[in-house]
């Protein structure tokens, strides 16, 4: 081997162990990686940055903000509530659920597919008295499953579709990857309906901040407006049909006062004050139509500086023994007061005329910039760990519309992809589906500096031509191997790797290897590099080596080992059925 080729390999071993040691964070092992490549020479100044202008990361980034768009939207929610509902046993729930995640990773980011739907399983676990385990980690399986089906559903599958289109001028199409990919999933599906029962189902995460303080059910204020499905309900059909996650504290209406009789029906103008759980409050705020109170934006502020926190009233708050009226919070603080909860006690009164105490929780709406310092004026300590999205507008189907609309166009060819998504971020911003502020933090700003930084060093393996002598040698061993084998022998190794770098650099590694193993045996690429993508989306034996794994690793209350119990014979399965699958769908 040439100077330049040993060069190449050492940095490509020095990165992964930086990988393994964990010392560093991902796109930091990225950067010394990068700057080593340049101190040795083996890539050059001017070309140190080129992967910034890639479309990998064109894509990536552009993937990461519709995901977020729909995730704001709510609809796949709404979706799952319906189905929910209808479905009372675990294992009928546990397939709803991994289903659910699964397709819906095909669409958005996997990661944003499965923080939108645990919420739902966590409510599941809690109704049915059951452990979240039993729900949580298939989900986190089911969505690197379901990320495998589409170019955009997974990071790996992009960066294959590049490594194609520099071999043979073709990139994969939109949905190249359906076959194989829909294969697995509904395997893997079919798999994790049964096999839950291999994990703990004593296992309990660990308690939030709002959980150790008893904070549970919140009161807020909302008025019936036209057009409202509740208008000529009952309270109590209402509360029904919101499967009595809700309850109707008081109703306000004229000279009608305090808590009112179950049969008595609502009206237009009604003023309700309605306890629940944020999410749940949020449904019901949003399905039928009702306007919050005080949920109205300052004027002084454009939508995108406007957020909502979560904060508990200390012991020496300026707002104990007052009401957010007599405080005037809206004038004075230019803060919104629209939720209250306190622990064992219902509220029953508007939420301006509600005396506050030390530990009442509240939900404060107000610019994201001035936030910070008016808890602190206030006295109020904010609850940075549970996520409340109470008061949030949305736009319903439109962030679908839009990512459907790039979806068909990359599909017929009319636009690449990475103009078509580049577009419909920007779309879902000017649309106002997504603020732009939620916009930039959709975007994982370190995977985005890995890619950029990892692609030119990936480069350096075909420059040099340490790819070649790489492959021939795993070409030599695999000579022996029918066609099946060799393929198996790439998803193996990438399955290998995975768990110890991050997914996508595991495919910039693996990628050049694997096109050139395909050209030393004599087959065509496309099989050994949708092999490589597949095993670089499957790491199911630990919770580091992916961030859906790592999610479900606190609330779920797992254990390093749990991983393996479910994931070894998810990864064997992935082996026997995603093997035939690939070739099946792309010959050699």
């Known amino acids: 081997m040439s100077l330049s080729q040993w060069l190449s390999i050492a940095t490509l071993a020095g990165m992964m162990s930086l990988f393994i040691w964990g010392r560093y964070r991902y796109d930091v092992t990225a950067v010394i990686s990068l700057l ?12 140190a940055f080129s992967g910034f202008s890639d479309d990998i990361v064109i894509i990536v980034g552009s993937a990461l903000v519709m995901s977020a768009a729909v995730q704001r939207s709510g609809v796949v929610e709404t979706v799952l509530g319906f189905m929910s509902a209808r479905v009372q046993r675990v294992r009928s729930q546990l397939l709803v659920l991994t289903a659910s995640v699964g397709f819906a990773s095909a669409l958005i980011k996997n990661v944003g597919a499965l923080a939108m739907l645990m919420p739902a ?57 359906l076959p194989t990919g829909f294969g697995l999933l509904v395997i893997g599906l079919i798999f994790l309906r049964f096999g839950y029962r291999l994990l703990p189902r004593n296992r309990r995460g ?26 000529g309900e009952t309270i109590a059909s209402f509360q029904e049909r919101h499967e009595e996650q809700v309850t109707v504290t008081s109703l306000l209406r004229g000279d009608m006062r305090g808590t009112v009789h179950p049969e008595v ?66 004038e004075r603080f230019g803060i919104n007061l629209i939720g209250v ?36 004026q206030l006295g109020a300590l904010p609850l940075a760990q549970r996520s409340i999205r109470l008061g949030l507008s949305k736009r319903g ?35 106002g589906a997504l603020p732009v ?29 340490a790819s070649d002598v790489i492959a021939k040698q795993l070409a030599s061993a695999a000579t ?50 949708i092999a490589t993508a597949v095993g670089a989306g499957c790491d199911f034996l630990t919770p580091i080596g992916h961030q859906c794994n790592t999610l479900v690793l606190g609330p779920g209350g797992y254990k390093f080992s749990d991983y393996a119990r479910l994931g070894a014979p998810l990864s064997l399965l992935v082996l026997i059925v995603g093997t035939p699958l690939i070739l099946w769908s792309w010959p050699l």
């Open 480 to 529: 022996v191997l029918p066609p099946w084998g060799a393929v198996a022998l790439i998803l193996v190794s990438a399955m290998a790797v995975t768990p110890f770098l991050n997914n996508a650099a595991t495919v910039l590694v693996m990628a050049p290897i694997a096109a050139v193993f395909a050209d030393d045996l004599g087959y065509r690429p496309e099989a050994f590099l």
């Open 206 to 231: 660990v308690p939030t901040l709002g959980e150790a303080l008893n904070i549970s059910d919140y009161v807020t204020q909302a008025t019936v407006t036209a057009g409202s499905p509740a208008i």
């Open 265 to 330: 029906h609502l009206e237009e103008h009604d003023i309700l004050i309605v306890a629940g759980e944020p999410d749940a409050l949020e449904r019901v705020i949003a399905r039928d139509k009702l306007t919050l109170a005080g949920g109205k934006k300052d004027d002084n502020h454009s939508s995108d500086e406007v957020g909502v926190i979560e904060a508990v009233v200390t012991t020496d708050s300026v707002l104990i023994g007052r009401t957010a009226g007599r405080l005037l919070l809206r």
């Open 397 to 431: 189907w439109l962030p679908l519309v839009i990512l459907a609309t790039a979806m068909v166009a990359t599909a017929a060819g009319l636009v690449p992809v990475a103009v078509a998504f580049f577009a419909a971020a920007g779309l879902v911003v000017i649309t």
């Open 437 to 465: 502020r939620e916009a930039y933090e959709a975007v994982e700003w370190p995977i985005l500096i890995m890619l950029a930084a990892l692609i030119p060093i990936s480069e350096t393996l075909q420059t040099t031509g």
């Open 341 to 376: 909860a306190r622990a064992g006690e219902t509220l029953t009164r508007k939420l301006g005329q509600i005396v506050l105490r030390a530990g009442d929780a509240l939900v404060l709406q107000g610019s994201v910039d001035q936030l910070p310092s008016r808890l602190r």
């Open 121 to 177: 399983a966590l409510q599941m676990a809690k109704k049915n008295e059951t452990s979240p385990s039993v729900y949580l980690m298939p989900m986190a399986f089911a969505s690197l499953l379901g990320g495998l089906m589409t170019l955009v559903g997974t990071s790996p599958n992009i960066i294959v579709s590049r490594v194609r289109e520099d071999m043979t001028g073709q990139p994969f199409a939109m949905f190249d990857f």
């Open 36 to 47: 080593s490549a340049m101190l040795v020479g083996i890539v050059k100044p001017e070309d």
